[in-house]
């Protein structure tokens, strides 16, 4: 066998490997308790809030706004800060679930109804957690002193003064993020590479402004509570079409491509 074949057998073992990892953290989520799913969802929900609240206060304390190539990494790292939470803290995060639950499904070891329950309560409770975080941060603002309510404002903006086809493309991009960032911290070594994967990904997200529907959640309801520019409406709008637009991008660009190129690949 020449080097070039061994390099490829290597590789393709090391895929099937990341592939079985994936399939066996999506079967043991998928057994899990509803009330464990449901209150892992909600800490997460919680704890993805920390993002969008450093977001609102480098957006006070910068002298540049949106626009400003400083300011906007400033934002894209600190929009990652949530995700850290999350992820290395082993909480359930919905936009991971879009690949992560679905492989079991293509592998056929698990239901539809078995990822509608998983995708179900995880959603609910990321949303609850959201909602929890943005009512303690509203209540605690003033005595903060270190944000200006008019930077949820411009933050929510920049979520929902789009038209409603962007919103589902931008959702599908960050979902197709989401679900690889899933593949590539299952397939990394450690906590430091883990890291940085966390950071370079959802720091894309963050800078692109695409809508992440958890994060975002917080961000447009931030922005809801705090301000007449933000309507209920553009609230529904943003998050069904955002939801939409994850599952899509995780399920499809992530979980069906990569489950189809490694099993296909193996045989």
């Known amino acids: 066998m020449s080097d070039s074949e061994t390099d490829g057998a290597t590789e393709q073992m090391t895929s099937r490997s990341v592939l079985d990892s994936l399939l066996e953290s999506g079967l043991h989520e998928m057994n899990r308790e509803r009330s464990g799913l449901l209150l892992s969802g909600v800490s997460a929900g919680l704890d993805i809030g920390f993002g969008p609240l450093m977001m609102a206060v480098v957006l ?8 400003d190539l400083t300011t906007e990494l400033l934002l894209a790292s600190v929009y990652s800060i ?12 919905f936009t991971e679930h879009t690949t ?8 056929r070891q698990a239901s539809f109804k078995q990822l509608g329950r998983l995708w179900g309560l995880v959603y609910v409770g990321n949303l609850v957690g959201g909602l929890l975080f943005t009512l303690l941060v509203i209540l605690l603002m003033p005595e903060l ?4 309510p008019q930077s949820f404002e411009t933050i929510a903006l920049k979520l929902v003064d789009h038209d ?22 299952t397939a990394a070594q450690d906590t430091t590479a883990r890291i940085l994967l966390v950071l370079i990904v959802t720091g894309t997200i963050g800078l692109l402004h695409l809508p992440h529907s ?8 931030f922005g809801l509570l705090v301000s007449p520019a933000i309507t209920l409406t553009d609230y529904a709008g ?4 955002a939801t939409l637009g994850n599952a899509f991008g995780g399920a499809v660009f992530v979980a069906l491509l990569k489950y189809g190129h490694v099993v296909r690949g193996a045989e």
């Open 60 to 67: 006070t304390l910068s002298p540049g706004g949106f626009g």
């Open 82 to 93: 949530g995700f850290m939470f999350v992820i290395l803290g082993r909480s359930e995060l």
């Open 100 to 107: 992560l639950a679905v492989i079991p499904v293509l592998d």
């Open 145 to 148: 002193g270190v944000v200006d």
């Open 164 to 185: 409603l086809p962007w919103l589902f493309v931008g959702g599908v991009f960050a979902g197709w993020l989401m679900g690889l960032l899933a593949w590539l911290v």
């Open 214 to 221: 958890i994060a975002g959640n917080v961000e447009v309801l």
């Open 238 to 241: 943003f998050l069904v079409l």
